[in-house]
């Protein structure tokens, strides 16, 4: 069992840089493809990033590429979601994944959800 608390949400302004943390506790955090979905009002949710177990490779959505970095440092059970240039439709809960499929792209390849953290961008 892996269970995935996520941190560093809140209200900011368009333009504005925010840096989401998920620890990780539970089995051998490098095992473990992570990455982060994000659901918006009335919306579906939908990925965002992910990536390799080692960090040696990742995966964006084209919605945030070249916005949005996600890393990890196995040493500390912590996988980030730097998101820099923020937009009002950035505005979502966003939650931390993690699972054993390679880089997907898809809520079904993830066994392991956090509770989400709420992003907010005001224009």
């Known amino acids: 069992q892996v269970q995935l608390v996520e941190s560093g949400g809140g209200l900011v302004q368009a333009g504005d840089s925010l840096r989401l943390s998920c620890a990780a506790s539970?089995?051998?955090?490098?095992?473990?493809?992570m990455g982060w979905f994000r659901q918006a009002p009335g919306k579906e949710r939908e990925f965002v990033a992910t990536?390799?177990?080692?960090?040696?490779?990742?995966r964006y959505a084209g919605s945030v590429k070249g916005r949005f970095t996600i890393s990890r440092d196995n040493a500390k059970r912590t996988v980030y979601l730097q998101m820099n240039s923020l937009k009002p439709e950035d505005t979502a809960v966003y939650y931390c994944v993690g699972g054993q499929l390679g880089l997907a792209v898809t809520t079904g390849d993830y066994r392991y959800w956090g509770q989400g953290t709420q992003v907010t961008v005001s224009s």
């Open positions: 990536i390799s177990g080692t960090g040696s490779s990742t």
């Open positions: 539970g089995r051998t955090f490098s095992n473990y493809v």
